[in-house]
């Protein structure tokens, strides 16, 4: 064993991380203290208490050693003291009087025994204290404490640097070694790893193994949400609807449904931690999503309602009511009168509150406490005029699986932002909820729940983690689920440790300021099951429960998954091989010997993409690549296909026969060192002789005879090139000598004229001299010429009336700045995506002018944009602009390298300089009928003229008894903002803003002395997330509110049942006070100006907003 100086030294292995704690300084761990009144012989105990850190464990075992040194400096650099027994374990101290990889300090460890000769897991969890004292007076010590977990990977723990030399050695009686002589006491205490993960480090650590669970990747943020999906798929009832629902012929990147079935399964069947990816896309969330957090409840409802939505008329319809849906009543009750005011909801979680209220039932009785209406706030009871009464809120009956919402985020006035209430609030294992039931409710069940899951919040508002604790099983143990790991836990670590507030013996955790710390860590949902259906809702899962589609589905793709796994594993086994073959060069319609980025190129049986093992011979290969081309092995020679410096591809030199027995990785090493792939092309013999063997050229060489030359040919009146075969032509032969072989293989007639081309890179293009040698002509090995016949006066003034290429070179060109553009439309709709064949060279108008030509529109009207940079801003217009300009492509051949977005809009752009964008929605008879209109209008126009476009464009009153006068107003994030003077220019509205037109309501007309206007605005449960149109309200004097609630939903145009669900309270400096009284007279408010009305109900629009970058949540899949 060699411990390393920075691993030992005063290290002590950390639990789970709980709490802070006050941790010594630095000096304080790294300086042994010095102790003078108790004694190491006869105060063990009192030592042991006095530094041992209280842990809340079973203790095995408590005893000390005592090791008498008697020649210090006779000890070697490594010695192990005395075995002793403690709590069933064996132990020694582990000495290097010379210090462990450091020189100035004695080193001391304590040494599990028993770690190497037990079973694999064989461990103990410990504290330790090491003292040094000498000899004659066992008060004078020094000593160290720690606590570990000792196991085979870690056997010995304790601290490098225990004591100076200089302190060890001190003369004149100072020091700890007497005569060469000290006295070693090591005092261990053993504790009962209860979860089997006390003190754990997790390194090699298996969930599955331990707990027989696995956990869920943490995708950025999203630890809130892995916490949630873990209690629901632990309630399986819950799992086992989700499996009833259809999902057969879905994807699951775009159904909830199915993505959160294949979720539950892995997490069932898988080994290692799952991931939620494949989930969050079937919301139609991007990666940016997944890095915001969000709240859970809302999540959780988010949820349930597309599930909900999902299991309509299916096996599963109803369950989510079944599992979580319980009704509350809200009442007035008359004191003196038998009379009473009520509506029934129903709820699918409560949220209670946790500021004043000490636990779990005094939340409950603080949600059913009644408020008493006397005196000025008297109620209007019906047939019985003003009456004291009671209002308050019971509940009707629970649901089986009850979803606690513990009110941890709260509003502060004072500070004026929300904040986190950290306050200790208890919550039992069980809970008896009868007493919260309304008398007329049914008691025939019994109404005791028990806890299932803690779902934790640590940190404060600004940031944080998520993690549950859930109980699987009725009689299971409990289980901590953090992100990608499950552990077992403790009742001590899933309740006193998420209560909150001051831990239990506070005293002992106060500052040196006075103060205690406030744990940051608590509970802030609690799930309970009612007791006497556990046996239901947990009921154990069968295979008969998952659906078969899903595990064939699954199954298969496991299969795959290892087989790419086993793959990687021998990646590095292997190498990969292109191979293409003269086929290849055949079917190359474009530039250079082949194109690597024209799948049709390199499309079999042309080509061949191999993944060989590194270690197989040339030999071996040339007969695997034979066979694969359907050629035999002997009649095949194989080149390297080399980047040329002027950047083309072409074949190079032959691999030598002499390397037959050579590995493949050592001709890649040897022959293409910088490129992973090495890309070879398959030459096959056009000649045999009488034996049958191939006749091939003798390798390139200085005095090589031969060369081999690839041809193509072009055609100018179908406008296409493509290879037509290969020759082996004499280096010192005339360029004009293989005429006659070049008008064979083209397919022409003996002795027409041909035009012979270089093709040397794509824009250059040479004509080659008929008289010159190839050599002369610095022809090598894997050049391309190009033919094309002679062509006619006639010919070539027929090609150019239609306006096509006559010669290779200008082909050439126009193959070089070809490009395929695919134009995408703004508003993304695929039917009018298309692509046009367009020229790097053309003008900016050029493109638009085919763009336009294309759409049938006018050019004029058309913007083109360059997607994926900043803002989508527009492309800009230049005189000398081309498309390379418009988006500037790298060097290749690639045909397809541009694309675009565009756009047609109503005006032409230098109309749009001049006007002014009007986006307008016209309200008539409600706010719920409106109709969007979009014009332009001169900049200098008024806001008459946005009205007079309103007209035109069939904007009409729809009421019956309507003003027919009409007020224009603009709001900016859903709320009003201010009324728009008709006589103002339309360079008054923000550009931010939201435009609206509505009929003024004939009450305002009728408005009296003492009646005031407030504005109302919508949200959904946070003031901040608002939505809908907001409008101007007339608070008429001494009404009562249930006539103003009537005004109220006329004005909205919120239908009957959707109304039933909106909570109206006016909002004051970000706090809102509610309004359930229907006798309240909202003209009795003392309104400031910043006083408004809130309508509290769902957003249907999906396009709430939201403060800051704060996405608004919503499920698509």
């Known amino acids: 064993m060699q411990p390393s100086d920075e691993d030992l030294e005063m290290k002590q292995d950390q639990a789970p991380p709980y709490e802070p704690t006050v941790l010594p300084s630095e000096t304080e761990q790294n300086e042994a203290t010095v102790e003078q009144k108790l004694s190491v012989l006869t105060d063990v105990e009192t030592i042991a208490n006095n530094e041992f850190a209280p842990v809340d464990e079973e203790v095995l075992g408590v005893d000390c050693q005592q090791w008498e040194i008697s020649d210090w400096a006779g ?4 010695v192990q003291g005395p075995v002793f027994e403690v709590g069933g374990y064996r132990w020694n101290v582990l000495l290097f009087p010379k210090g462990n990889n450091q020189k100035e300090y004695a080193s001391f460890y304590l040494e599990f025994s028993d770690a190497k000769t037990g079973p694999p897991d064989n461990h103990a969890c410990a504290q330790f204290i090491i003292c040094v004292s000498k000899p004659s007076d066992p008060t004078c010590y020094a000593l160290h404490t720690a606590q570990h977990r000792f196991h085979a990977d870690e056997s010995d723990w304790g601290f490098t640097r225990f004591i100076d030399f200089k302190q060890f050695d001190a003369v004149d009686g100072a020091g700890y070694k007497e005569n060469n002589a000290v006295r070693v006491t090591t005092i261990v205490r053993v504790f009962k790893d209860q979860t089997g993960v006390l003190w754990h480090n997790f390194i090699n650590y298996d969930s599955k193994q331990t707990t027989g669970y696995v956990g ?64 969050t896309r079937s919301f139609g969330w991007d990666s940016l999503d997944a890095f915001m957090q969000h709240d859970v409840q809302e999540f959780n409802r988010v949820l349930q309602d597309n599930l909900e939505a999902k299991m309509k008329d299916t096996p599963a319809d109803g369950a989510i009511k079944s599992l979580f849906l319980g009704k509350m009543k809200s009442y007035i009750k008359c004191i003196n009168v038998d009379y009473e ?17 000490k636990n779990l039932e005094e939340s409950f009785r603080d949600y059913i406490g009644e408020e008493t209406l006397e005196g000025d706030n008297k109620y209007q009871a019906e047939g019985h005029g003003l009456q004291d009464a009671k209002k308050g809120v019971i509940f009707e009956s629970f649901p089986p699986v009850l979803h606690l919402q513990l009110k941890r985020f709260e509003y502060d006035i004072m500070r004026d932002t929300m904040v986190k209430i950290n306050d200790r609030h208890e919550f039992p294992l069980s809970i008896d909820l009868e007493p919260y039931l309304d008398e007329s409710a049914d008691k025939s069940i019994s109404h005791e729940y028990v806890l299932h899951g803690v779902l934790v919040h ?40 998420n209560y909150g507030g001051e831990p239990a013996g506070a005293l002992n955790n106060i500052k040196s300021n006075g103060r205690t710390f406030k744990r940051f860590t608590n509970a802030y949902m609690l799930v309970y099951i009612r007791k006497s259906m556990l046996d239901t809702i947990l009921a154990e899962m069968t295979d008969e429960d998952i659906p078969r589609h899903l595990i064939d589905r699954l199954e298969e793709e496991h299969k795959l998954q290892e087989r790419r796994r086993r793959e990687k594993e021998q990646q590095h086994l ?64 194989c080149w390297l296909l080399v980047n040329r410096q002027n950047r083309t591809i072409r074949p190079d030199t032959p691999i030598a026969e002499a390397d037959i027995d050579s590995t493949m990785e050592d001709i890649r090493y040897r022959q293409s060192p910088n490129l992973a792939c090495l890309r070879i092309y398959v030459e096959s013999a056009i000649m045999v002789n009488a034996a049958g063997q191939p006749v091939f050229p003798p390798p390139p060489s200085k005095v090589a005879p031969k060369i081999l030359v690839f041809v193509k040919l072009f055609d100018p009146f179908t406008q296409d090139i493509h290879g037509i075969g290969k020759i082996y032509a ?201 109709t969007c209109e979009e014009f332009m209008l001169p900049k200098q126009s008024k806001m008459t003229d946005v009205l007079r476009q309103l007209e035109q464009r069939g904007a009409k009153y729809q009421s019956e008894k309507g003003t027919r006068q009409v007020r224009l107003f603009e709001a900016i994030n859903n709320k009003y903002r201010r009324e728009i003077d008709l006589n103002d220019p339309i360079s008054t509205i923000s550009d931010n803003a939201q435009l609206y037109a509505e009929e003024l309501p004939e009450e305002e007309l009728n408005m009296g002395p003492d009646d005031i206007f ?104």
């Open 75 to 78: 000890l070697p650099e490594r």
């Open 216 to 279: 869920l990747k943490n995708q950025g943020a999203t630890c809130y949400m892995n916490s949630l999906f873990q209690s629901l798929y632990c309630t399986n009832y819950f799992r086992k609807a989700v499996y009833q629902i259809p999902t057969e012929h879905d994807e699951p990147t775009k159904s909830v449904a199915l993505a959160l079935q294949r979720l539950f399964y892995n997490l069932q069947f898988h080994t290692s931690s799952v991931g939620t990816t494949e989930l």
């Open 341 to 357: 005011s009520s509506r029934s909801e129903d709820y699918y979680d409560i949220q209670l509150n946790v500021k004043g209220c």
């Open 458 to 497: 640590s940190g404060d508002l600004s940031g944080g983690h998520y993690f549950a604790f859930v109980k699987p099983t009725a009689d299971g143990n409990w289980l901590k689920f953090d992100d990608d790991r499950v552990v077992p836990s403790t009742i001590k670590e899933v309740l006193e440790e």
């Open 574 to 637: 292997y190498m990969s091989v292109l191979a293409v073959s003269d086929k290849s060069f055949e079917n190359n319609h474009a530039l250079d010997f082949v194109n690597l980025n024209d799948d049709k190129t390199l499309d079999e049986p042309n080509c061949r993409k191999l993944r060989v093992r590194k270690d197989q011979t040339y030999g071996d290969f040339k007969k695997d690549i034979a066979e694969a081309f359907n050629l035999y092995a002997n009649q095949i020679r």
């Open 730 to 930: 004499s280096k010192l032969a005339k360029v004009g000598s293989v005429i006659d072989e070049l008008n064979e293989i083209a397919g022409f007639e003996p002795g027409t004229d041909l035009v012979l081309y270089e093709e040397i890179k794509p824009e250059m293009i040479d004509l080659m001299d008929t008289e010159k040698s190839f050599s002369a002509s610095e022809i090598q090995d894997g050049d391309i010429i190009c033919i094309q016949k002679v062509l006619t006066e006639d010919e070539i003034l027929e090609l150019q009336s239609k306006q096509l290429y006559v010669t290779v070179p200008d082909f050439m060109h126009y193959l070089f700045h070809l490009r395929v553009v695919q134009f995408y439309p703004v508003e993304n709709n695929p039917d009018m995506e298309f692509q046009l064949l367009l020229l790097s060279t053309m003008t900016y108008d050029e493109v638009k002018e085919l763009v336009a030509q294309k759409l049938g529109a006018d050019r004029d009207k058309i913007v083109i944009h360059i997607p994926g940079t900043k803002d989508d801003l527009k492309s800009r217009r230049s005189p000398t602009g081309t498309l390379t300009d418009i988006e500037k492509n790298s060097y290749g051949t690639d045909t397809v390298l541009c694309k675009l977005t565009y756009e047609v809009l109503d005006i032409t752009l230098k109309e749009l300089e001049n006007n002014r964008l009007i986006k307008i929605t016209w309200f008539s008879p409600s706010l719920s009928d409106g």
């Open 1014 to 1117: 407030t504005n109302v605005f919508h949200y959904q449960r946070d003031i901040n997330r608002t939505h809908s149109v907001p409008f101007k309200f007339l608070v008429i004097k001494d009404e009562p509110f249930e006539q103003t609630k009537k005004r109220l939903q006329k004005r909205t145009g919120i239908n009957d049942k959707d109304w039933m669900k909106v909570k109206v309270g006016i909002v004051a400096n970000y706090s809102v006070a509610p309004i359930d009284d229907d006798d309240y007279k909202l003209s009795d408010h003392q309104f400031s100006v910043n006083d408004v009305l809130g309508l509290d109900h769902q957003d249907k629009t999906g396009k709430a907003y939201r403060l800051g970058n704060e996405r608004g949540l919503t499920i698509r899949g």
